[in-house]
């Protein structure tokens, strides 16, 4: 039968053992999910990147850090910014942009989510402030293409690929917002205004067409007559139209004129 002593040291042992292997093991054993990796550093030096699945490690020596290799969102504070024909404007955007070489993302770059949003603040602002108003609202596509080339070339050396960058809202002040909707106004009217000459041209053309048919026809004049007799004489009007020859008048005109006419 054992002593006390010897159950105490025991007891000891075994609680010993028991912290021990707490403490050891987490630092030996770690589990990389599959969009993670791991980049260990050996007594302070880049030793090599690790994952996904589980990786070994020398406790105490081996130091890790997590990189998510997912696609990043950033959002770009609402700032103000003057355009290049001098209207001040606020403007906010999102970021897309992923990791692609995670040795690269820790050692060449303090925080490099931190910086890449820093960068995106003072691209989108030197960007923005080399364009017009006009352009900005008319060609926002292009100028977010540009903004992404600039990040993606500036954020290339730390390893991280800018996927995509979105202007979001483009705040106007009040008094630009009230002289672009005069502006839409008088454009609209000026639109009206040349619609309306457009077809008094076309008309006025069709009526100079049919005068010289007209002439050219007395036929159709006669004709013209008749069918204008037909609307008129609605079955609801109050007016009887009776036709006549259209030499008829002449029966009224003087013998003077007449011969006159015919001299003529």
């Known amino acids: 039968m054992e002593s006390p002593i010897e159950l105490t040291n025991l007891l000891i042992w075994t609680i010993t053992i028991v912290l021990f292997l707490g403490i050891l093991l987490p630092q030996m054993f770690k589990i990389m999910r599959e969009y993670e990796r791991a980049v260990v ?14 990786i070994i490690l020398i406790p105490f020596i ?8 997912r696609v990043l ?6 700032q103000e910014i003057i355009t290049k024909d001098n209207v001040t404007i606020n403007v906010d955007a999102i970021t897309f942009f992923r990791v692609v070489d995670a040795e690269r993302a820790v050692i060449q770059v303090e925080h490099y989510i931190s910086a890449t949003s820093w960068l ?12 017009e108003l006009d352009e900005l609202l008319a060609e926002r596509d292009t100028i977010n293409k540009k903004i992404q080339d600039i990040i993606d070339r500036q954020t290339d050396p730390w390893g991280i690929k800018v996927v995509t960058v979105e202007v979001k809202d483009v705040i106007l002040p009040e008094s630009m917002k009230r002289a672009m909707a005069r502006q839409a106004e008088m454009e609209r009217e000026r639109r009206a205004k040349i619609i309306n000459a457009q077809g008094e ?33 609605d079955e609801n009007s109050t007016f009887t139209f009776l036709p006549i020859p259209m030499n008829f008048l002449d029966a009224f005109t003087p013998k003077s004129n007449k011969v006159d006419k015919d001299k003529g």
Do not use: C, H, W
Request: aromatic share 6%; charged share 25%; proline share 3%.
């Open 120 to 131: 995106a603040q003072t691209t989108l602002r030197s960007v923005l402030g080399q364009v």
């Open 201 to 233: 041209f076309q008309a006025a053309k069709k009526l100079v067409e049919a005068g010289k048919m007209i002439e050219n026809t007395p036929t159709a004049l006669q004709l013209r007559f008749l069918q204008t007799m037909s609307e008129i004489s």
């Open 62 to 69: 081996d130091k890790v850090e997590r990189v998510d290799l």
């Open 41 to 54: 550093f050996r007594l302070g030096k880049f030793y090599k990147t690790k994952g996904p699945g589980l």
């Open 73 to 78: 969102t950033i959002n770009v504070e609402k």
